[in-house]
T-cell receptor, first 112, second 110 residues
Framework: NAGVTQTPKFQVLKTGQSMTLQCAQDMNHEYMSWYRQDPGMGLRLIHYSVGAGITDQGEVPNGYNVSRSTTEDFPLRLLSAAPSQTSVYFC???????????FGPGTRLLVL | SQQGEEDPQALSIQEGENATMNCSYKTSINNLQWYRQNSGRGLVHLILIRSNEREKHSGRLRVTLDTSKKSSSLLITASRAADTASYFCATDAGYGKLTFGQGTILTVHP
């Protein structure tokens, strides 16, 4: 199993551009989530999904959009990138709510 | 908001010593999880302890949970240089939405 994979590993955007961060898992996990990590801080939840077709907001959802059309994939869309969105983004999955979460390697995003 | 607060923010010890990190939180939880993050890498799950448990062990790791004090501790015994990393506690209030603390940076000197 590849576990949780994320692409790209690194991306540079200009303010106002849009892009999609990809996340995929091959463990048949129902629960998936997106976090961002800023320097010297822990992770903050952006959006999460409890199954295909079901998504909800986390702590810092503004400026991001998600959808979950399949169990395997959970892409994160930046609608109009801003410098405040410069961060490292982690995707995670778990078999169910309240269980261990498995994290991807992260995507480092720089918005100029 | 950061529910979990780790203490200390940084810890420097010699190989072979024990390392203790503490985590405090504010609201009721379903479980508390500890993760390790090596520099520039993703998070690796260490231990999950549920609200009705008081202590769990995994190899050289020991986690305690005191729900009356809303606190948890992570003990790493006989530390190794490879244990050098950031350690985060994360609380789950029951919906699977983890709230992370700011982490403890552990440095183990050979």
């Amino acid at each position: 199993n590849a576990g949780v994979t994320q692409t790209p590993k690194f991306q540079v955007l200009k303010t106002g551009q849009s892009m999609t961060l990809q996340c995929a898992q091959d463990m048949n996990h129902e629960y998936m989530s997106w976090y961002r990590q800023d320097p010297g801080m822990g992770l903050r939840l952006i959006h999460y999904s409890v199954g295909a077709g079901i998504t909800d907001q986390g702590e810092v959802p503004n400026g991001y959009n998600v959808s979950r059309s399949t169990t395997e994939d959970f892409p994160l869309r930046l609608l109009s990138a801003a410098p405040s969105q410069t961060s490292v983004y982690f995707c995670a999955s778990s078999p169910d709510r309240g269980e261990t979460q498995y994290f991807g390697p992260g995507t480092r995003l720089l918005v100029l | 908001s950061q529910q979990g607060e780790e203490d200390p923010q940084a810890l420097s010890i010699q190989e072979g010593e024990n390392a203790t990190m503490n985590c405090s939180y504010k609201t009721s939880i379903n479980n508390l999880q500890w993760y390790r993050q090596n520099s520039g890498r993703g998070l690796v799950h260490l231990i999950l302890i549920r609200s009705n448990e008081r202590e769990k062990h995994s190899g050289r790791l020991r986690v305690t949970l005191d729900t009356s004090k809303k606190s948890s501790s992570l003990l790493i015994t006989a530390s190794r240089a490879a244990d050098t990393a950031s350690y985060f506690c994360a609380t789950d209030a029951g919906y699977g939405k983890l709230t992370f603390g700011q982490g403890t940076i552990l440095t183990v000197h050979p």
